[in-house]
C-alpha cells in the first residue's frame, strides 16, 4: 500500500515539476496544484497507512478497537486542503486580473516590477493591448 | 497562565474585525492604531511574565500536552512579540498618513491586522503544525496587503511573491508530514525530547534540510530571496515598512527555533551549509544593492544582505553568536522598517522614489535627512548606533569561532552597505531636484506630516536607545541565548518535568 502511493506521489511530484518549469503563470499553477497535493500525500503516508479500519468507536463500546486508523494525519491533511484552496483560489484571480491589466502570462515579460533595460521596457508596452484607432490615423498622416 | 499568551494573538483578530466592519468610515484608521497600542500593552505584560518566571507556556482548550495545541513564550519569543507590537504601532500610525481612502475601503487596515496576528502568532506557537497555520494567515493577508490598489507593477510583483512563497510552504507542509511520520508528534517541546532518539538520524538531517529551504525561503536566503526585490517596492509604503521589518524575520525565528530546539544533532552538517549560506546571502545582498538606483530596491536588497547577518550568528552556533543573532533581529527590524517609512515621505516630498529623478531633501528638509542618517547609519554599523553593536557582536563571535573568511565578508558587507547609503544620501539629499522642486516638509498637510513623522521619529530615538544604551539589551540576548542553546526548561515547561531523559533531570535538580 505505501509503495502505491509513493510511486503516485512521485508521478504527482514529476508531473508538477515538469509543469512549474513552464514560462506560462498558468501552467505553473497547475504544477502547484499537483505538487500541493502531492505534498497531502506524503503526511497522509507518513502517518501510517491503515486499511479498512476507520477511527470511530464502535457503539455501546467505550474505546475504538485496538487497530484503527490514525486521525490525526487526517486532519492535518483536511487542514491543508483546505488552506491550499484558498490560497489556490487567490491565485488564479491574481492571474486573471495579471492577464486583463498586462495581457500576458509569459513569465519572462512580466518585467514591469524589475525592468532589465529600457528594450525589454519597450517590449512590454508593445504588447499591451493597444487601442485600435491608433493604426489608421497613422497611416492616414 | 494562557490568557497571558492568547491576548497578543486575539487583540489583532479581534481589531480586524472591527476594522473591517468600519472600513469606510475614518474611525477604521484609529481602530487599528488603538489595537496596536493594546497589544504593546498585552506583549508588555507578557514580556513582564517571562522575565519574571522564565519560560511559560499554555495549553489551549484544556488539552494536555503534545496532544493540544500549546503557546509557548520564552525570551526569543517575548521580545519578538513585544517588537512586532512595536512596529505594528508605528506603521498604523503613519498609515493614517499614508494610506489612502480608496485602500481603505478595500480593507487596508483589517488585513494589516490580520498580518500582525499571523506574525505574533508564529512567535508564540509551540506546535508545527500551528506554526503552518501562522504562516498561511500571514501569507495570505501579505497577499492581499501587496496587491492593494492593483497597480500593474503591484501585479507584477505579487505574482512572483504569491509562486514562491506558494513553494515555501508546500516544502514545508512536507517537512512537516514527514516529521510527524518519524516521530509521531508535532509539538516542538516533545520534537526535541523525540528526535535524538530516533535511530535513522541520517533521514532526521534532510528533513532538516527540507526545513531549512522553506523556512530560508521565508528569511529571503541566498539563493531563495528572488521574490524579495521583486515585490517589496510595488506596495504602499506603509506595507513596504510592515514586511521589510517583520516578515522575513518571521523566517529567520522559525530557523533559529528549529535549528536550536529540534534539529541541533548533526550540527557540524546543517550548520556549515548555513554557514555558507550566511555568506552568500550578505555578499549577494549588498552588491544587488549596488546595482540599484532606486530608494526602495536598494533597501530591498539590503534586507536580503542583513538577513545574513542573523543566519551567520545562527550557525556559528556559539553562546555569543547567538547573542549576536538574536540583538541584530531586533536592531534591524526597527531599523529597516523604518527606513522604508522615510521612503515613503521621500516619495511624497519629492515625486518619486527613483534616486534620478528627485533631490534636494537635504536643503528643503534637513530634519527628515537627520532622520534618515540615524537608521541609514545604524544600518551601516556606525557607532553609536545599534547596529554597530549588533554587527560587533557577530564579527566577534566569528572571529572568536576563528570563520576568517566570514569575518572578513561580514565587515566587507557593511562598508558596501555604507556605499549604498551614501548612494541614496548623495542623489535624494544633496543633489538638487532635478526639476528644481523644494521638497519642504511643509508641503504636506499639518495632519499627515505628524502623522508620516512621529513614528519615523520614534523609531529613530529606539534605535539611539538601543546604540547608547546595549548593556540592557546584550544581557538580555544572552539570558535568551542560553535558554536556545539549553531547551531543557522550555521541555520542561511544556511537556513537565518527567519528560525530560533521565541525566536532563539530574542536571536540573543540581541546579541552584
Given amino acids: 500500500m505505501e509503495q502505491i502511493v509513493a510511486l503516485l506521489i512521485g508521478a504527482l511530484v514529476a508531473g508538477a515539476v515538469y509543469l512549474m518549469l513552464s514560462r506560462s503563470i498558468v501552467r505553473f499553477l497547475l504544477g502547484l496544484v499537483l505538487i500541493s497535493n502531492a505534498a497531502n500525500l506524503v503526511i497522509f503516508a507518513a502517518g501510517g497507512l491503515t486499511l479498512g479500519a476507520p477511527p470511530l468507536v464502535p457503539e455501546g463500546a467505550e474505546a475504538p478497537p485496538a487497530l484503527v486508523a490514525n486521525a490525526l494525519p487526517q486532519a492535518l491533511v483536511l487542514t491543508a486542503i483546505v488552506i491550499g484552496f484558498g490560497l489556490f483560489a487567490f491565485a488564479l484571480a491574481l492571474v486573471y486580473r495579471t492577464y486583463t491589466e498586462i495581457g500576458t502570462t509569459d513569465s519572462d515579460e512580466l518585467r514591469l516590477a524589475e525592468p532589465v533595460d529600457d528594450k525589454a521596457m519597450s517590449k512590454i508596452l508593445v504588447t499591451e493591448p493597444q487601442p485600435r484607432v491608433a493604426e489608421p490615423l497613422k497611416a492616414a498622416e | ?512
Avoid at chain 2, 274 to 288: E, I
Fill in chain 2, 1 to 512: 497562565m494562557s490568557w497571558i499568551l492568547a491576548t497578543p494573538i486575539a487583540i489583532p483578530f479581534l481589531t480586524a474585525v472591527a476594522a473591517y466592519l468600519l472600513r469606510d468610515k475614518p474611525a477604521a484608521g484609529w481602530i487599528s492604531v488603538a489595537g496596536a497600542a493594546l497589544l504593546l500593552v498585552a506583549s508588555g505584560a507578557l514580556m513582564s511574565a517571562v522575565l519574571a518566571d522564565g519560560v511559560i507556556a499554555g495549553q489551549m482548550g484544556t488539552w494536555p500536552a503534545p496532544f493540544g495545541i500549546t503557546l509557548v513564550a520564552d525570551l526569543l519569543s517575548a521580545v519578538m512579540v513585544v517588537i512586532t507590537a512595536i512596529t505594528a504601532l508605528a506603521v498604523a500610525v503613519y498609515a493614517l498618513g499614508d494610506v489612502n481612502a480608496a485602500q481603505e475601503r478595500m480593507g487596508y487596515h483589517a488585513l494589516f491586522q490580520v498580518l500582525i496576528a499571523g506574525v505574533t502568532g508564529a512567535f508564540l506557537t509551540g506546535d508545527l503544525f500551528n506554526l503552518y497555520v501562522w504562516f498561511e494567515v500571514m501569507l495570505i493577508s501579505s497577499f492581499g496587503l501587496l496587491v492593494l490598489g492593483g497597480t500593474k507593477e503591484q501585479l507584477d510583483g505579487g505574482i512572483k511573491y504569491v509562486a514562491l512563497n506558494l513553494v515555501s510552504t508546500i516544502l514545508f507542509l512536507s517537512g512537516i508530514g514527514l516529521l510527524y511520520g518519524m516521530t509521531g508528534t508535532l509539538n516542538m517541546a516533545d520534537l526535541a525530547v523525540t528526535v535524538p532518539e530516533l535511530e535513522n538520524q541520517g533521514l532526521v538531517t534532510v528533513v532538516a534540510m527540507i526545513f531549512m529551504i522553506a523556512f530560508g525561503m521565508k528569511a529571503a536566503v541566498f539563493p531563495l530571496f528572488f521574490w524579495l526585490p521583486a515585490s517589496y517596492h510595488t506596495p504602499a509604503f506603509s506595507v513596504s515598512a510592515v514586511f521589510a521589518g517583520l516578515l522575513t524575520k518571521v523566517g529567520v525565528y522559525a530557523l533559529i527555533r528549529m535549528f536550536t530546539l529540534v534539529f541541533n544533532g548533526d550540527v557540524g552538517y546543517t550548520h556549515t551549509v548555513l554557514l555558507w549560506v550566511a555568506g552568500f546571502t550578505m555578499v549577494t545582498g549588498v552588491l544587488g544593492a549596488a546595482a540599484q538606483q532606486d530608494f526602495r530596491k536598494i533597501l530591498s536588497f539590503h534586507i536580503v544582505s542583513q538577513i545574513g547577518y542573523m543566519i551567520l550568528g545562527l550557525a556559528l552556533f556559539t553562546p555569543l553568536a547567538i547573542v549576536g543573532a538574536v540583538f541584530y533581529l531586533v536592531h534591524h527590524i526597527i531599523v529597516k522598517a523604518n527606513l522604508f517609512l522615510v521612503s515613503g515621505v521621500a516619495s511624497r516630498l519629492t515625486g518619486s522614489t527613483e534616486l534620478g529623478r528627485i533631490g534636494g531633501l537635504y536643503a528643503s528638509a534637513p530634519f527628515l535627512a537627520i532622520l534618515f542618517l540615524i537608521p541609514a547609519f545604524s544600518l551601516a554599523g556606525f557607532p553609536p548606533l545599534s547596529g554597530f553593536w549588533a554587527k560587533y557582536v557577530v564579527v566577534k563571535a566569528s572571529l572568536d569561532a576563528e570563520a576568517w573568511i566570514l569575518a572578513a565578508a561580514a565587515l566587507v558587507v557593511g562598508a558596501l552597505t555604507i556605499y549604498s547609503m551614501t548612494k541614496i544620501w548623495a542623489e535624494a539629499f544633496w543633489k538638487p531636484h532635478p526639476d528644481g522642486r523644494l521638497p519642504a516638509l511643509s508641503s504636506i498637510p499639518v495632519r499627515d506630516r505628524a502623522f508620516l513623522i512621529a513614528p519615523i521619529a520614534a523609531l529613530a530615538v529606539l534605535t539611539c536607545v538601543i546604540g547608547l544604551a546595549p548593556e540592557p539589551f546584550v544581557q538580555f540576548a544572552e539570558r535568551s541565548a542560553e535558554q536556545l542553546l539549553d531547551p531543557s526548561s522550555y521541555v520542561a515547561t511544556v511537556l513537565g518535568p518527567d519528560a525530560l531523559p533521565g541525566e536532563e533531570v539530574a542536571r536540573m535538580e543540581g541546579m541552584p
